[in-house]
Nanobody, 117 residues
Framework: QVQLVESGGGLVQPGGSLRLSCAAS????????MGWYRQAPGKQRELVAA???????NYADSVKGRFTISRDNAKDSVYLQMNSLKPEDTAVYYC???????????WGQGTQVTVSS
C-alpha cells in the first residue's frame, strides 16, 4: 500500500521561505513522477511542480524562479523549497505520485502553508 506523508508546512511572513518534504513508502519510488500540488479555499487543485524519474522538472508559471522541486531516491522522498513566498501561495500543499503524463494515482494528506504578516 502506497503512503505519502507531507511535512514542513506552517505560517510564514511574505518574503519568507519554507521547505516541504514528502516521504513515500510502499512503492518503487524511483520509477515514478512526483509532483507538488496545492489547493486554496474555493479553488481547484493545481500543479505547482513536478519531477520525473529522470530528474526533469516543470513548474507552474506562478512559482518559476521561486520554488525548486527535488528528489532523493535513496530516501524515497521529494522536496519543495519555497522562497520569496507571497500571500497568494497560501494553500494546502499535496504530494502526488504517478506516471509521467497522467494525474497522480496516490496522494498525501496535505500540509497547510499560510503566508501572512
Amino acid at each position: 500500500q502506497v503512503q505519502l506523508v507531507e511535512s514542513g508546512g506552517g505560517l510564514v511572513q511574505p518574503g519568507g521561505s519554507l521547505r516541504l518534504s514528502c516521504a513515500a513508502s510502499g512503492s518503487i519510488f524511483s520509477i515514478y513522477t512526483m509532483g507538488w500540488y496545492r489547493q486554496a479555499p474555493g479553488k481547484q487543485r493545481e500543479l505547482v511542480a513536478a519531477i520525473t524519474s529522470g530528474g526533469r522538472t516543470n513548474y507552474a508559471d506562478s512559482v518559476k524562479g521561486r520554488f525548486t522541486i527535488s528528489r532523493d531516491n535513496a530516501k524515497d522522498s521529494v522536496y519543495l523549497q519555497m522562497n520569496s513566498l507571497k500571500p497568494e501561495d497560501t494553500a494546502v500543499y499535496y504530494c502526488g505520485q504517478g506516471q509521467l503524463g497522467d494525474p497522480p494515482r496516490y496522494w498525501g494528506q496535505g500540509t497547510q502553508v499560510t503566508v501572512s504578516s
